[in-house]
């Protein structure tokens, strides 16, 4: 087994060739609408990339969405991209020091045919920023052999009628991508090492936080199997089944492979045959709506795949799903094969005798049906044979499914995709670059586990160090509050009130501000999680602590409330909890008693 990986992490700055803010738009309505077409183009060696011409072949029209605050002419490719944002390449740079690597004496950018849709241009712009670098984990040195800065690709919203839709708020905000080579030993092992390189970048302070800002690649090949690109993993804790669920997948598909050679299946030369006749009257609610569209049905017969196509090779996936994956590249909702249990669709005893009679199909024979326009059918038939056909298991771009299964998308793209970028100069990473960049620097990821180590316990420094949170521990310490209350109400407070539904929207605005009233002494510790919740609620901090009566108590009052309850710690506390610092009502007994007050 050979495991590689591939981490795109969006960066905490604004876009890469524009100067539009990296925002996303959501809940906005789109400004402009613009409709395109896309094809392949040749390479520098006059080439066409296999994967492009893959995507350019399912014949799709692209819509593509534009808003005010977040887009500009250069995400709709009508103007030339701007110079390489320089904050970003800063960033790309301190993350390659950070990972060992050397750094290019030159930034030449590159194109990247990218055909699918989203790219308005057709291709992503990227560039090499370091290369040979390295991190050390429980299982040895992995090596990196490129860290890379290339721009975010739209965020697709659907498909239907053809038409696949583009958001561009999301186009073009700065990635950095970093690549390992195969030499990550096993499933658990590919978790670590993603989440090293997750810590050793968000120690940087510099890179974006939440859902959708990192994603994993995940490469993966067996002996006797092929290699595969699992794209777009987002879940640390399930990169580890996608590589589980792709080796059984492909395992699995050895042993289809030899059981069909044993059956001399292969080399399929069947045309498809005209079934629309033989269901004209059929009762099967799926064929009577494609064909009252006008739509036809199709058939073709593979021989030697009875049992074949039944055969489970990921969780809930059967051979028969990887047919009709391919079958779905040419505009299909999806096949019909005899492997499956047939009496769902409602067929008639006589409709599929026909069927078997009109292909030829013998014991040891399978069939496939295709409902759709005629030549879209056609054309998934194809497909269907072309991967049939397939006496080997395939080098393919898979889709990683939040269940940690994978479907197919496409061929894995060649070097024909790549070539110069005419539009954007290279940039010299001189030594005024780097003393910038080595200037603004945060430190390591070894020295800010240290660092948490000395202010935490050893649980909750592990806990700060992986938390989307860490920046503003950060900030709030930086200004005076003490490390392990920070910590607590990021790690322990908030996760109790989302529980209860309690949630902030701007969680580092809001919080700033309440530490900011906290360090005035305003209130104390224990009202945290009550003013927390009215906040959330849209009040203002100082309406809260009136409303709610939750003044910190000091001083006079402090005394008398002391004197009142004959200095009964445990009564005071009972009765004004959310009110008091236990360490200043321990000094105001301790100095009421020693006075004789």
């Known amino acids: 087994m050979k495991i590689g990986l591939e981490i795109h992490q969006r960066l905490d700055t604004h876009k890469l060739f524009c100067n539009c803010p990296s925002e996303l738009a959501e809940g906005k309505e789109p400004a402009v609408v613009a409709d395109r077409r896309l094809h392949p183009v040749f390479s520098e060696l006059g ?225 498809p045959v005209d079934f629309s006749g033989v269901f004209a009257a059929t009762a099967s609610p799926l064929l009577k709506k494609e064909m009252e569209s006008g739509g036809v049905v199709l058939g073709i017969k593979l021989p030697g795949h009875s049992g074949m196509l039944g055969m489970e090779i990921q969780p809930g996936k059967r051979y028969g799903t990887e047919l009709s994956d391919y079958a779905k590249q040419a505009g299909v909702k999806g096949i019909i094969h005899s492997d499956e249990d047939i009496s769902k669709y409602k067929f008639s005893e006589k409709e599929i005798s026909a069927v078997r009679a009109g292909l030829g199909v013998g014991g040891n024979d399978a069939f496939v049906l295709v409902a759709a326009p005629k030549a879209v059918a056609g054309a998934a038939l194809a497909k269907v044979i072309e991967r049939a056909d397939m006496n080997r298991v395939p080098e393919e771009t898979r889709r990683a499914n939040p269940d940690g299964t994978t479907t197919y998308m496409r061929p894995l793209p060649g070097r024909a995709r790549m070539y110069p970028e005419t539009d954007v100069p290279p940039v010299p990473v001189n030594k005024e670059l780097m003393a910038e960049t080595e200037k603004g620097m945060a430190g390591s990821y070894e020295d800010k586990k240290a660092s948490l180590m000395k202010m935490l316990n050893r649980e909750m420094a592990e806990t700060m160090l992986r938390s989307r949170h860490l920046k503003l521990f950060e900030k709030l310490v930086a200004d005076g509050i003490d490390p392990v209350l920070a910590a607590t109400t990021l790690e322990n407070t908030l996760v109790s009130l989302r529980r209860e539904g309690v949630e902030l929207k701007d969680a580092d605005a809001s919080l700033t501000g309440l530490f900011s009233e906290y360090k005035k002494g305003r209130f104390a510790k224990a009202a945290i999680p009550d003013i927390i919740r009215g906040i959330a609620g849209g009040r203002e901090i100082t309406d809260v602590i009136a409303g709610g009566k939750l003044g910190k108590m000091t001083g006079k009052e402090l005394e008398r409330i002391v004197r009142e309850n004959g200095f009964d710690m445990k009564r005071i506390m009972a009765a004004y909890r959310t009110r008091i610092e236990t360490e200043e009502l321990l000094e105001t007994i301790k100095k009421l008693k020693k006075g004789g007050k």
């Open 47 to 271: 080439e066409i990339d296999r994967a492009s011409m893959a995507e350019f072949e399912k014949s799709r029209l692209f819509e593509y969405q534009a808003f005010a605050q977040s887009n500009c002419l250069v995400e709709l490719d009508e103007e030339p991209p701007f110079p390489l944002n320089r904050e970003a390449l800063k960033i790309a740079i301190e993350i390659a020091l950070h990972l060992n690597a050397k750094v290019a004496d030159e930034v030449h950018i590159m194109r990247k045919m990218v055909i699918d849709g989203s790219n308005t241009a057709g291709f992503q712009r990227t560039a090499i920023v370091g290369f040979n670098g390295c991190i050390e984990t429980s299982k040895g040195s992995i090596s990196v052999p490129l860290v890379a800065l290339e721009e975010e690709s739209a965020g697709i919203v659907e498909t239907k009628n053809g038409k696949t839709i583009y958001r561009l708020d999301r186009l073009g905000i700065p990635l950095v991508e970093i690549t390992t080579t195969p030499d990550i030993q096993n499933p658990e092992h590919l978790k670590e090492v993603a989440e090293k390189i997750g810590l050793i970048m968000r120690a940087t302070g510099k890179v974006a936080r939440g859902i959708g800002t990192i994603r994993q690649d995940i490469n993966v090949s067996i002996e006797g199997g092929a290699r595969v690109e699992i794209k777009g993993a987002q879940e640390l804790k399930l990169l580890p089944v996608f590589v589980e669920n792709e080796v059984r997948r492909q395992e699995k598909l050895i042993v289809i492979i030899r059981e069909l050679e044993k059956r001399k299946a292969y080399g399929i030369t069947a045309k």
